[in-house]
């Protein structure tokens, strides 16, 4: 016997104990939508593009080429150009593999790692808007976004 595939989820409709997930995807789009704007103002304080400021975020340990592209959401051969301009400022270096020499590894330098500490600092936007919450609230959220989307490994 041939079995039907069950109908497309209706998504639109909200669920009885809370907002639809129309409503989530808006509000988490909107909160996202703000954060990078703020990202973008404070990152071009400091020289950079959004994409480099989301790169020296990423590198808080270091990370294969390949993996950056995957988590910046680009192509392979777009973070060849990235690095090579952040390399030029000092801000992160290359690295072979230990156990693979065909993988390059990119580790953000102390400049780097200072670049970020600056970059979050002039986001005073995102930060007045994590001073909304008190410190339950916080760690709320701190945990519902790391359920929604879990680190991915290196």
């Known amino acids: 016997m041939a079995r039907t595939p069950a109908p497309p989820a209706d998504h639109s409709a909200a669920p009885d104990d809370g907002p639809a997930h129309d409503e989530l995807m808006d509000r988490l789009a909107r909160a996202a939508a703000g954060y990078y704007r703020d990202l973008t103002a404070a990152a071009a304080v400091h020289g950079l593009t959004m994409t480099q400021a989301k790169m020296l975020i990423l590198l808080r340990q270091p990370l294969p080429m390949r993996a950056l592209a995957g988590r910046l959401g680009c192509d392979a051969s777009n973070i060849t150009g990235l690095v090579d301009r952040l390399e ?3 801000l992160v270096s290359r690295h072979l593999d230990a156990s693979d020499r065909r993988i ?3 580790v953000a330098t102390e400049e780097g790692r200072e670049a970020v500490r600056r970059v ?4 005073r936007g995102t930060a007045e808007a994590f001073a909304r919450l008190d410190e339950e609230g916080r760690r709320s959220l701190y945990e519902l976004l790391g359920r929604l989307h879990p680190e991915e490994p290196a």
């Open 88 to 90: 030029a400022r000092g």
């Open 104 to 106: 390059k590894r990119v």
């Open 120 to 123: 979050r600092a002039d986001m």
